[in-house]
């Protein structure tokens, strides 16, 4: 009886997202609305209700999301199990119902601040068959249902420190690209004669974009993921206040507020918080070829020059594109497109949707231009572009990482800086600008200035290099794909932990809630190694790597 009633509540949990079904203690119900939001209040109070009609054997623990239900004994005969799902099935069917009536009585358009498919927890998840394959377009979507290990912190253990590199939020088109889009959408409106089908809306289209900063979706997108850092290292963030630097970009100087924003909006709802001091910026290094910035590229003279990305991209955009220019032909009649312009409608349809609402919940119509299978294609030519211009497809991606690894490395040691690539050596040989006592780090950056840190540290030594003709999925990538590494709001988290059952210090890599298994040290079945061994694995960066063939 039990395991069938067990069946029907694993099947409706499906829906509702409750974890796990099994007999663990603890039953997770994750709330209909994620992050800090005015129906928060109404999935709390069904919750509560939930706890309280299973008894007294089920309490309610509000201290972070999802809620959870935590049984407090671990044995339970079959009745006793029958009991308690009955039970929560009851309750679940409750909360349904309330928060549907509520929906119907609070329903507004998405534009005008209804649910976000957009969460603290979960990310970007509006029309995910789509939007999570724009490459570095993608806005975040966390990727902890792709985990072949577990994210969870193990029970033994303790988190004592950790670095998070995040990328900007959402934003408008460069100035150039947005010049570029504004120009194609100008032109096939002055020069199409019919516009049919899905192409119809370009008739009346009115190109609004701005440039290079970031959109209100973006702002918030930055706001979300200081909420989560905070909520995910609550332990360490209760008493400590993290050391923040930024690259010198504005949308990246406007991240790193957003973030901090969020972070201590957490923190101050955190009635365990010992220590409300605000995090600020402390140090923006600026972005120019004469100035060094292990947050951005720009001091290697031949990296600079090198044309490679592109002429991978420009290759494999002529294998897919043709067919796509002469449907939009075929539909624009009088219009003439080029490949080019293929894949800059394809950027509009992220642009678009991040500028569109401030939760980027309606979908550009841009989007339905084009199949899925389209869109797989788009998103590995965008991977193509990162991997052979700022990874390991180009001899000197690499190296315009280098600089940030050893800045880790002397993070995680507590020693100075050793490094003789981009580090600014009088920022690195100032306390005041880079403290080695710290456990809390956070940098803001690009995603052109993120790719080449992850490869520097080996995070993708198991990628092969990628096929120019033909797409290769994230398995046979070995996990990397753009989109993957370096969507709008991109984090990567790299934690030590204090364990019972070690001596040493452990070491983890997560991107996006994806663990990515250490490479050059002896990696357990978590994906972690011992500090010391992950510092000697990262030979390469701190022996300099081929920083010399940058001027060669």
Not at 234 to 250: E, H, M, N, T, Y
Request: aromatic share 10%.
């Amino acid at each position: 009886m039990a395991s069938l009633l067990r069946s029907s509540f694993c099947a409706l949990s499906s829906s509702v997202r409750i974890h796990p079904c099994s007999h663990a203690t603890d039953v997770r119900i994750a709330p209909l609305t994620t992050g800090y939001s005015s129906s928060e209040a109404t999935n709390l109070l069904a919750a509560r209700w939930t706890a309280s009609l299973l008894g007294p054997d089920v309490r309610f623990v509000e201290d972070e999301f999802p809620f959870r239900l935590r049984v407090r004994s671990r044995t339970f005969n079959e009745a006793g199990i029958g009991i308690l799902i009955v039970g929560i099935m009851g309750a679940l069917t409750f909360l349904l119902s309330v928060a549907y009536l509520l929906s119907r009585v609070s329903a507004a358009p998405s534009s005008a601040g209804s649910k976000s498919c957009d969460t603290v927890e979960l990310g970007y998840q509006c029309s995910p068959a789509t939007s999570h394959l724009w490459g570095q377009y993608s806005p975040f979507f966390s990727l902890d249902d792709q985990l072949s290990v577990s994210s969870e912190l193990p029970k033994d253990c303790r988190v004592t420190f950790v670095q998070v590199l995040s990328r900007h939020g959402a934003r408008n088109p460069t100035s150039s690209k947005s010049k570029k889009y504004k120009k194609l959408v100008t032109a096939i409106q002055a020069n199409a004669t019919s516009f049919k089908g899905k192409f119809a809306f370009l008739k009346t289209y009115n190109y609004t974009l701005g440039a290079d900063d970031l959109t209100p979706f973006g702002e918030q997108q930055m706001v979300n993921s200081g909420i989560k850092f905070y909520q995910r290292y609550k332990a360490l963030a209760r008493s400590v206040v993290p050391f923040i630097r930024s690259s010198g970009s504005d949308r990246v100087i406007a991240s790193g507020e957003k973030f901090i924003e969020g972070f201590q909006q957490a923190k101050l709802a955190d009635s365990g918080a010992t220590n409300r001091a605000a995090p600020a910026i402390s140090v923006i290094i600026p972005e120019s070829e004469t100035f060094n910035n292990t947050l951005d590229h720009s001091v290697c003279t031949n990296f600079e020059a090198s044309e490679l990305g592109d002429e991978v991209e420009a290759n494999f955009t002529a294998l897919f594109a043709p067919a796509i220019r002469a449907r939009a032909e075929k539909h624009l009649s009088g219009v003439k497109l080029t490949d080019d312009d293929v894949v800059s409608l394809m950027d509009m349809c992220s642009f678009d949707t991040v500028a569109r609402t401030t939760d980027a919940s309606q979908l550009s119509p841009f989007c339905a231009l084009f199949t899925h299978n389209e869109w797989k294609k788009y998103d590995y030519l965008q991977s193509l572009g990162k991997y052979y211009g700022y990874g390991a497809g180009n001899p000197l991606g690499p190296a315009q990482g280098i600089g940030f690894t050893n800045e880790l490395i002397a993070r995680l040691t507590r020693s100075p800086v050793q490094d003789h690539t981009s580090t600014n050596s009088t920022l690195v040989s100032n306390p005041a600008t880079f403290p080695l006592n710290a456990t809390m780090y956070v940098d803001f950056s690009h995603d052109n200035g993120m790719i080449p840190i992850f490869f520097a540290m080996g995070l993708y030594n198991g990628t092969e290099p990628l096929s120019q003709t033909s797409v290769e999925s994230t398995k046979e990538s070995d996990g990397y794909s753009a989109s993957w590494a370096v969507p709008f709001g991109a984090r990567a988290y790299f934690e030590t932990m204090q364990c019972k059952s070690e001596k040493e210090p452990l070491v983890r890599a997560l991107i996006n809630d994806r663990v990515v298994p250490l490479h050059g040290c002896a990696v357990d079945k978590l994906g972690r190694c011992k500090l010391n061994d992950f510092v000697q694995g990262l030979s390469w960066a701190r022996s300099g790597g081929n920083w010399g063939e940058c001027f060669s």
